[in-house]
């Protein structure tokens, strides 16, 4: 893994899920980690519940674009975590790969969404002490 390593979240629509975790991880690890997040199936916009749920963080995702997975952003990545992009996300040697089983917040209200997001805090405070031993979340 580089210096910096590069974690790639990934789910279907690209506008939940992936989307709160890239915001945790940049919130909470600053630069000392590269952010990547696509889907296989993207949508047009970020799910406006998961802007709210992660608005109620103090983190604003609101300005993210839902992006198209490509084969080059998994070749980049040192961790691709998927959330249920089933078989779409290709498999390369040598990555560290996790699929972080979460329920979809599309058509979710809040209520339902808040759970959501603070199971993938909880996984990304995770993911950081392993990434960055060195460094505890910001």
């Known amino acids: 893994m580089s210096e910096k390593p590069t974690v ?14 890239a915001g945790y ?3 909470l690890a600053g630069d000392r ?3 990547l997040s696509a889907g296989s199936e993207p949508k047009d916009q970020i799910n406006p519940v998961a802007v709210q749920a992660m608005a ?10 839902p992006k198209l997975l490509t084969v080059d952003a998994v ?3 040192d961790v691709v975590i998927t959330m249920g992009c089933g078989d779409a996300c290709p498999i390369f040697p040598g ?3 996790e699929d972080w089983q ?10 339902a969404v808040r759970p959501i997001r603070d199971e993938i805090r909880a996984r990304i405070e995770a993911l950081i002490t392993e990434l ?3 460094g505890r979340a910001a």
């Open 56 to 65: 109620e963080e103090g983190i604003d995702i609101a300005d993210g674009t």
């Open 25 to 27: 991880l940049q919130h």
């Open 8 to 21: 790639l979240f990934v789910c279907v629509h690209n506008a939940g899920r992936s989307q709160m975790a």
């Open 95 to 97: 990555k560290r790969y």
């Open 102 to 111: 979460l329920d979809d917040p599309a058509g979710q209200g809040i209520d």
């Open 33 to 35: 980690v590269a952010v």
């Open 75 to 77: 070749r980049e990545s």
């Open 132 to 134: 960055l031993p060195e």
